[in-house]
């Protein structure tokens, strides 16, 4: 037996002007984004904006149901929306960032589980990473080069 480490790296940035200007364009689309979200229930604004190699911006936004499990997270929506709009055209980068009612939020928006296996999935088919950018609502946030480093061990069939 051998104890093993796992090193994962990710780049830190206190505020949007750090990013690139592509990706600070990204940053504004998922902002807006927030403002498209059905969020009744839990008041947790989401928005996701993904840039595709054709130059097309995709959004999408967090859209809950009464029924729970059937809402579906901003940047699967935006993720399966890019699959429909744009089959086969490859992902270059993906913004979340959220917002809530009254105070401004300060940490950012962890993609969820079922979140990051899509984006694993994503990242398969095109066989190339994508960046992952989140963003807190006030502005700073974390870079990450691959959906690899959120999900280690990932799922596949091998
Ligand atoms: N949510 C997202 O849209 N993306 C995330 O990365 C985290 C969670 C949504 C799901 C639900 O509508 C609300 O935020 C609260 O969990």
Do not use: W
Not at 26 to 43: G, Q, R
Not at 83 to 103: D, Q, S, W
């Amino acid at each position: 037996m051998k104890k093993q480490e796992l090193k994962i790296s990710f780049v830190s940035f206190q505020s949007i002007g750090e990013l690139t200007k592509k990706d600070q364009k990204l940053v504004e689309k998922a902002i807006e984004a927030t403002k498209t979200a059905y969020a009744p229930y839990s008041d947790f604004y989401v928005g996701s904006a993904l840039r595709l190699a054709n130059g097309k911006i995709v959004i999408g936004s967090n859209q809950e149901n009464s029924a729970y499990p059937s809402g579906l997270c901003a940047e699967r929506v935006a993720l399966f929306q890019a699959g429909t709009l744009f089959p086969g055209v490859e992902i270059e980068a993906l913004v979340i960032t959220a917002r809530t009612k009254g105070k401004k939020l300060k940490a950012v928006a962890n993609p969820c589980g079922s979140c990051r296996q899509v984006m694993h999935e994503s990242t398969v088919r095109q066989n190339k990473p994508f960046k992952i950018i989140l963003v807190s609502e006030i502005g700073h946030g974390y870079v990450y080069d691959s959906i690899e480093s959120l999900l280690p061990f990932s799922f596949k069939f091998e």
